[in-house]
């Protein structure tokens, strides 16, 4: 019985997946259970699914929390993410355990910089407002005055965390003609020279900028980063974007600086809660757009995370280094 449990370890996957991780693993023999549906897997199965297995296939909408781990058992060896951000596992207590965490990172930088581009000029441009001015007749007239927005040509682009997306944002802003690219965070980085990028303090920053990026992880600094202070700072006229997380932002404040016009714009990839219900108060804002967290959502890039998650997976029960493995 033991050398065939070794032989065919055992994942629990919380979630429909795209295929090709799904492959590696029948590939590599492993004993499969899925929660077999494209809705979160409620935290009590989540708890049932876990136990005795050796791996464990999350995403970003699980919470990995000390019961989760706990219920596993101690030979859980590996948890492996969907998703470049972890602030949903609990790391202090796979550390004390010693199970080893994989992640997704680099292979959906391209598509999330592409997608915050896309919600900044969505967001300054006024693409989602304009479409559905002509949807509901509102479009009387070319006028002169109409749904006019801020442009990037000549502009000054704040980046808050410069890191792998952050960069890559950084290297498509650039071809529009962008003056002044700054950016701040915990350290100064030297990739920051290809992009011309000059680092700042977050005060400078603000009131610096014309648009302001958030492409910072969450965590114990960033957390409701974006408040009343902090939107007060910035230009009356700043276009604020944030790709990060919700929880970098207070979105009552949000929702108060966009009302009463203390800055121009916001596009919020991410929320909290996410789904936001519609009747959320952000919602109901012209100078406000939402998008249902889709910053990776190209279908080669969520194939090739869920190849990578698989392959952590694999890497890791098979006692091999990882290819994306967090460092705890
Ligand atoms: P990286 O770690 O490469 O970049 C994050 C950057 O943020 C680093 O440069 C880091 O540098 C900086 N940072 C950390 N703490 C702070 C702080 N307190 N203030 C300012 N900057 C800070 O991560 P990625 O670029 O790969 O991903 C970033 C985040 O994007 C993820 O954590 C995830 O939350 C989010 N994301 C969202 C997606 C979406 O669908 N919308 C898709 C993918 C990722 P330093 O520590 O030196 O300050
Ligand atoms: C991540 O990977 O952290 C994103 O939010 C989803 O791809």
């Keep these: 019985f ?115 581009v896309a919600l900044l000029l969505a967001t300054s441009r006024r693409i989602v407002e304009g479409a559905a001015a002509v949807k509901s007749g509102e479009w009387s007239t070319w006028a002169p005055l109409w749904m006019c927005g801020p442009g990037l040509h000549g502009a000054t682009v704040g980046v808050v965390g410069l890191g792998r997306i952050g960069m890559a944002t950084a290297r498509r802003l650039r071809p529009f003609g962008i003056q002044r690219l700054i950016y701040t965070g915990r350290s100064e ?71 009463t016009r203390l800055i121009g714009a916001a596009g919020l990839d991410v929320t909290v809660p996410e789904p936001l219900p519609p009747s959320h108060p952000l919602l109901s804002l012209a100078n406000c757009v939402v998008l249902p967290h889709i910053g990776s959502a190209n279908n080669e890039t969520r194939n090739t995370m869920s190849a990578l998650t698989a392959q952590n997976i694999i890497a890791a029960v098979d006692g091999k280094a990882l290819p994306a493995q967090l460092t705890l």
């Excluded at 992009?195 to 603000?206: I, N, P």
């Excluded at 958030?214 to 006229?237: D, V």
Aim: hydrophobic share 40%; net charge negative.
């Design 2 to 116: 033991h050398a065939a449990s070794r032989a065919m370890p055992s994942v629990y996957i919380t979630r429909r997946v795209p295929p090709r991780g799904l492959s590696l693993l029948q590939q590599r023999q492993m004993q499969i259970s899925q929660w077999d549906s494209d809705a979160p897997v409620p935290q009590d199965e989540l708890m049932k699914g876990v136990v005795g297995k050796d791996a464990l296939f999350c995403l970003l909408t699980d919470k990995i929390d000390k019961n989760v781990i706990q219920a596993a058992g101690p030979q859980l060896k590996v948890i492996g993410t969907m998703s470049v951000g972890y602030e949903h596992i609990d790391l202090a207590e796979c550390k004390s355990r010693g199970i080893i965490v994989g992640y997704t990172p680099d292979v959906l930088t391209d598509a999330t910089a592409e997608l915050t």
């Design 189 to 259: 980085k030297a990739e920051a020279k290809e992009v011309d990028a000059e680092f700042v303090s977050f005060e400078a920053l603000l009131q610096q900028s014309d648009f302001v990026i958030a492409t910072c992880p969450l965590n114990e600094q960033t957390k409701g980063l974006f408040n009343m202070k902090t939107f007060s700072q910035m230009k009356r006229s700043a276009i604020f974007i944030n790709s990060s997380r919700g929880g970098v932002v207070d979105q009552d404040d949000l929702y108060t600086a966009l009302n």
